[in-house]
């Protein structure tokens, strides 16, 4: 019963991921001036309001996660990493493309969305890892939100929608990209399971010697 609970599990992870790269699919690239309220994507360069130091490297970001993992090591001396601090932090921001200017609302949404931002700092010391993934003024930028019935135009990531809320630095085509390819790995955990799950049925009742003998 567990397999089968995770093959079900799995596959409707699997259906959901599909169904979040649909939805990306469907909002199509808009420029500010040009967007309509509701469901948008706009791509820009991000302009600081405000920004915050980042922990380790002192950076002025716009937004930031900042991960501290601590070195275990287990009987066998293979190491691991256990996260003793996990801190994000992000301030509203303007993006910034050929026809105009919007508003970009990470608060009070940061750290409760997808925010794909490149890891620009990680080091070891003292046992301890260090890492920095960051947001800083001019980076080119992608958005998936939703726009406001408001002048000046303004994006938000917490009014529902038939959208998935992401900022990405990576592009519209590397976050589809990574929907479709976790999918792939979600479906096919789940019929594996469900594979698993039948041979144990075929053991339990024996039912590989009924096949054999219906082969006779």
């Known amino acids: 019963l567990l397999l089968l609970g ?10 959901s991921r599909i169904l ?18 509701g469901e948008v994507q706009l791509k820009g360069t991000s302009i600081a309001m405000q920004t915050t130091q980042a922990p380790k490297t002192g950076t002025p970001s716009i937004y930031y996660r900042y991960l501290v993992e601590k070195e ?30 919007a508003l970009i609302k990470l608060q009070p949404s940061a750290g409760q969305f997808d925010v794909s931002v490149p890891e ?28 406001e019935d408001a002048e000046p135009a303004a994006v938000n990531f917490y009014v ?11 592009g519209a085509a590397a976050e589809r990209q990574g929907f479709g390819f976790s999918a792939v790995l979600w479906l096919w955990a789940g019929i594996t399971a469900m594979i698993c799950f039948c041979l144990c049925l075929m053991v339990v009742f024996q039912i590989h010697k009924t096949l054999a003998f219906l082969s006779t």
Do not use: C
């Open 6 to 15: 995770i093959s079900f599990w799995t596959a409707q992870t699997g259906f």
């Open 20 to 37: 979040d790269f649909r939805m990306l699919e469907r909002i199509p690239l808009s420029t500010v001036s040009g967007a309509l309220t």
């Open 72 to 101: 275990e090591r287990d009987s066998d001396g293979n190491r691991s990493w256990r996260t003793v601090q996990d801190d994000t932090v992000g301030h509203n921001f303007k993006l910034l493309d050929h026809s105009g200017e």
């Open 120 to 147: 620009r700092y990680s080091s070891e010391s003292g046992g301890y890892r260090y890492t920095e993934w960051r947001l800083q003024n001019n980076d080119t930028v992608t958005v998936f939100g939703w726009l």
């Open 160 to 170: 529902t929608g038939d959208y998935v809320p992401i900022l990405s630095t990576f």
